[in-house]
């Protein structure tokens, strides 16, 4: 039944393997590594630092290519030799550490920006723009320049330019790493609001427990050196969420489970 | 309750310091200016200062105003108006292209680095009679000269822009599929343009010091021509004037690039002040 457990396959990689070669040798950012991400769930990348999650979902965003082993997006393979898919790209949506919006650009033609690129009239872009800010929380700040906006709201914009072309995958790589405590928790709320409105297949990178507990259908654990999978644990708790599901006991057991694993 | 009367602040008006750094700043740069205007025109009158020497403000100003209403001041002016704007444009066109090709080709630009060095230390106004004897007393030796001033800092300027493309906003274009020449105008030209305007604004001072540093030297024509032709017949207040005609005309092709960066760039820093 092969064909049936991949067809629900969001993106698949199998045997996948990444080297970085430096001055200093190769280091092995990624050991042979399996991992389908199924379609509609919310998967998070948990790990210390160096473990290689980012590693893991820039090989999933065709931002780096594997040493060995395939990546596949939507049942197409990533890279073909030296050469990515477009196609496949295309329905991937990313979200980085810094917001990245580009400040020359106003806030909703940042938002726009992957739109234009696909050659979208003003018209219709303008109006896309003003839908994803009202989606994402930010209706009104639509002419604003990226840097009269503050870290939650500039985050808040990259993941409505990543939305724009309504990508079935969205990647993000610990994108409230860089906000203080209070606003990410906003922003979790706002995240799993929005995963659940839009009903997207989410990979999320983070090194807080808290944060992929309370966001994940499933925890992906990595160690570092070299980077691995050490264990997958599902996340049973009804949707949508709240912050207080957090002092749940069965929450603190996953949380802690979580901790122990980290540490040893 | 002493304590408590203690924690209110006094009520009435209260007598706030008089602080210098209140005045608005251009006020103190206009009173600076007619102080420094009115010690001279003093000094000139007090100590009955030779005109040939140093003439009074007062008088520099009369002439000023005599020149102005001839035909041949601005006739010469166009000139070295012309002059700088040839070089300038000439400087910009070389500059940006083969600084936006250096930042983009590391290998080129270390080959050629060493030149660009080298010419760049050359004091390029010793070069200019060369330049006169290459191009000739008309105006095309004070645009070569013009153009050449400007072309450092435009060039460089334009190097450390095309380099300076943050790598988020590159990875950004990279998920999202665009096209090499998508990124060179969605990325790279808005992002090095401030780098550009800089080069251009240094490089417009440039220009103009090219072009009547050639007019000084040869030619019969233009700005610095006038002066030097003043000089030699001792009018000293007339050679204020000139220059005072030429400071005016540098300040102009200064203030319209300075005004193009906040047409062209209102998002950037430099150009934050006034707006909220």
């Known amino acids: 039944m092969m064909v049936d457990a991949d067809a629900g396959c969001a993106i698949r990689i199998a045997g996948v393997e990444k080297q970085f070669e430096t001055p200093q040798g190769p280091i092995r950012a990624l050991t042979r590594t399996n991992f389908p991400v199924r379609k509609g769930e919310f998967a998070v990348l948990l790990g210390p630092s160096g473990c290689g999650k980012t590693t893991m979902l820039r090989l999933m965003a065709g931002l780096e290519r594997p ?12 890279w073909h030799d030296e050469r990515r898919d477009d196609g496949a790209v295309a329905n991937m949506g990313v979200v980085f550490q810094e917001a990245n919006l580009f400040p020359w650009l106003t806030i909703e033609d940042n938002i726009a920006l992957p739109l234009k690129l696909r ?11 003003r839908e994803l800010c009202r989606l994402v929380g930010i209706a009104g700040f639509e002419a604003r320049w990226p840097r009269e906006l503050s870290g939650g709201m500039r985050q ?13 995958i969205l990647l993000m790589d610990e994108p409230f790493g860089a906000l203080d405590a209070i606003t990410r928790d906003a922003m979790n709320l706002e995240l799993q609001r929005i995963w659940i409105a839009t009903s997207k297949t989410i990979v999320l990178v983070t090194h807080s427990i808290p944060e992929a507990v309370f966001l994940a259908d499933r925890v992906v654990l990595l160690s570092s050196r070299p980077g691995r999978i050490v264990e997958i644990i599902d996340v049973p708790f009804a949707r949508p969420r709240e912050t207080d599901v957090r002092g749940q006991p069965e929450f603190q057991e996953i949380a802690d489970h979580l901790r122990h694993r980290l540490e040893h | 309750m002493a304590d408590d009367v203690a924690t209110h602040p006094p009520v009435g008006r209260q007598r706030r310091p008089f602080r210098l750094t209140r005045i608005p700043a251009w006020i ?3 009173a600076l200016l007619v102080l420094f205007l009115a010690g001279w025109e003093t000094y000139v009158r007090g ?14 100003l009369q002439a000023w105003m005599e020149i102005l209403g001839t035909a041949s001041l601005w006739q010469h002016t166009w000139i070295t108006a012309w002059e700088t704007i040839l070089g300038f444009v000439i400087a910009v066109i070389i500059g940006v292209g083969l600084g936006a090709v250096l930042g983009k080709v590391p290998w080129l630009e270390q080959v050629l680095n060493p030149f660009i060095v080298a010419t760049q230390v050359v004091p390029k106004v010793a070069l200019v009679p060369l330049f006169i004897v290459w191009f000739g007393f008309g105006m095309t030796s004070k645009v070569v000269i013009a153009a050449v001033l400007a072309f450092f800092p435009i060039l460089v300027n334009t190097i450390l822009g095309v380099k300076s493309v943050d790598r988020g906003h590159r990875e950004v274009l990279q998920s999202l599929n665009a096209s090499r020449w998508q990124s060179i105008t969605q990325l790279e030209f808005p992002s090095a343009l401030p780098y550009i305007l800089t080069g251009m604004e240094m490089g417009v001072v440039l ?25 030699n017949s001792y009018n000293t207040t007339a050679l204020f004037a000139v220059i005072i005609h030429l400071s005016v005309l540098g300040f102009l092709f200064y203030a319209t690039l300075v005004g193009c960066r906040r047409f062209a760039i209102p998002w950037h820093e430099s150009v934050q002040v006034n707006r909220k």
């Open chain 1, 156 to 168: 808040r914009a990259s993941i409505a330019r990543a939305l724009s072309y309504d990508p079935e």
């Open chain 2, 47 to 60: 100590f009955d200062v030779s005109k040939f020497l140093l003439p009074s403000p007062s008088e520099i």
């Open chain 2, 28 to 30: 103190g740069s206009l």
């Open chain 2, 207 to 231: 220009s103009i010091i090219g072009a009547v540093v050639g007019e000084y030297l040869g030619g019969s024509q233009g700005l610095g021509n006038l002066a030097v032709r003043q000089m």
């Open chain 1, 67 to 78: 040493t060995s082993g395939v990546v596949e997006v939507g049942g197409r393979p990533l």
């Open chain 1, 119 to 129: 050659g979208m009239t003003r018209k219709l872009r303008r109006e896309r723009a």
